[in-house]
């Protein structure tokens, strides 16, 4: 080593200068590391490691290898001080309110109401059945409290799969459930999903790449330890035979109450309890799920609308969103009776609604220019006039 190196590194080192740079204080963002943990409700021993990689990095502020060390410790505190660990939502399972808000937002799926709301009758009273033995849980020993933690608290009950083709109102069912349940929602897409590790994380010792997986980031983007979550897409994950059964496998782990409880996060490194949120899966088929994880779902079918179910959607549902949305008011676009066949389907079928709402918003648009520009002041669609709004091009081929 140079002598002038050698000089200049004891210089440094005797003045409390990093290595980064001349008056670059590390002291000051090893500080801020161990505020932030300090400040946290992250589990005990949790804290322990966090502590013991910090103490590392004041180790290292003397060896010359500070930069390399920080960035990575810095990334893990910051994400394992932003997971809610201990913060959940005051759930409220009321069923009237429930079923309120399913008819406000969805018209028809009757079936499909039903079993939802046998589904929630069933999740409150065992809620209340965990309320009621809670002190002979308490007073049990410690081998019984941990068998009933691992049972769940968030239903030990099968996880929904909504099944049905696009448009007829999975997601947005999913949705209204988490609005009623007062929980907090999150949807994660799996469609084209190509490796286990986009749910399990990547490990830290990754150099580049490590981050937590969607699970973990649903649980940060929320705050909340009890959300629910949509996994959406279920079926469309990576054809490739080998990563759908890795991926199948961590769904498995996911949603399996028995072991969710303990999920671990490939980054976090560190036992996760997601028992006390609630999952829903949605597929267009159930041909792409792998058979183990088809038994831990409870199927519910959606079917496809009728015409005469899509005005009634049109009119009550999808017109005052298309309005709002756009800043028409109900007095400058309004719809004669006769007219909702001709909108619902000008060309082909479509089994859902999506094409509809496009349809509408489209029109909306229109008339939206016409006002703006002062062509007239409102509009009223009609057998006769709505081949100005609505193209013969528009819509679905069949």
């Known amino acids: 080593m140079d002598p002038t190196d050698k000089n200049s590194a004891q210089a440094n080192k005797s003045l409390n200068i990093s290595p980064l740079g001349a008056g670059y204080d590390s002291t000051l963002e090893i500080a801020e590391l161990s505020e932030r943990v300090k400040n946290s409700n992250i589990p005990v021993d949790l804290r322990s490691r966090a502590e013991a990689m910090i103490m590392r990095l004041v180790k290292m502020t003397h060896q010359g290898n500070y930069s390399s060390e920080f960035e990575p410790v810095s ?92 448009g007829v109102g999975k997601t947005s069912m999913a949705k209204s459930i988490a609005n009623a349940l007062n929980r907090k929602f999150v949807r994660i897409a799996l469609g084209g999903l190509s ?4 749910l399990r994380g990547i490990p830290k010792g990754t150099i580049g790449v490590a981050e937590p997986g969607q699970i973990v980031k649903s649980l940060i983007r929320t705050k909340s330890m009890n959300p629910l979550i949509l996994l959406d897409e279920i079926d469309k994950v990576s054809s490739q035979t080998g990563l759908r059964a890795d991926v199948m496998a961590a769904l498995l782990e996911i949603l399996d109450p028995e072991q969710n409880s303990t999920f671990m996060d490939k980054y976090i490194d560190y036992p996760i309890d997601l028992s006390k949120c609630m999952f829903i899966t949605t597929a267009n088929n159930l041909g792409g799920i792998s058979a183990a994880l088809l038994d831990r779902l409870e199927v519910i079918r959606f079917g496809s609308y009728t015409d005469n179910d899509k005005v009634m959607i049109a009119k009550n549902y999808l017109l005052p969103k298309v309005r709002e949305a756009t800043g028409i008011t109900k007095e400058q676009l309004d719809f004669e009776d006769d007219v909702w066949p001709l909108v619902i389907r000008p060309l082909g079928f479509d089994a859902g609604v999506r094409q509809l709402e496009r349809t509408l918003t489209e029109l909306a648009r229109k008339v939206a220019l016409q006002i703006v520009r002062g062509v007239l002041k409102s509009v009223k669609i009609t057998k006769d006039n709505f081949r100005q709004y609505i193209p013969e091009d528009i819509g679905i081929y069949s």
């Open 195 to 198: 490796s286990a590790t986009e």
């Open 75 to 166: 990334e893990y505190i910051n994400w394992i001080t932003q997971i809610p660990w201990e913060f959940e939502s005051e759930e409220n399972i009321d069923i009237e309110k429930t079923k309120e808000e399913l008819e406000r937002y969805h018209y028809g799926l009757e079936p499909v109401k039903t079993r939802l709301l046998e589904y929630l009758a069933v999740l409150k009273l065992q809620k209340e059945m965990q309320v009621q033995t809670a002190e002979k849980v308490a007073s049990a020993s410690t081998g019984s409290a941990e068998m009933s933690r691992l049972q769940g608290s968030s239903s030990h009950a099968p996880i929904l799969c909504f099944v049905g083709i696009q």
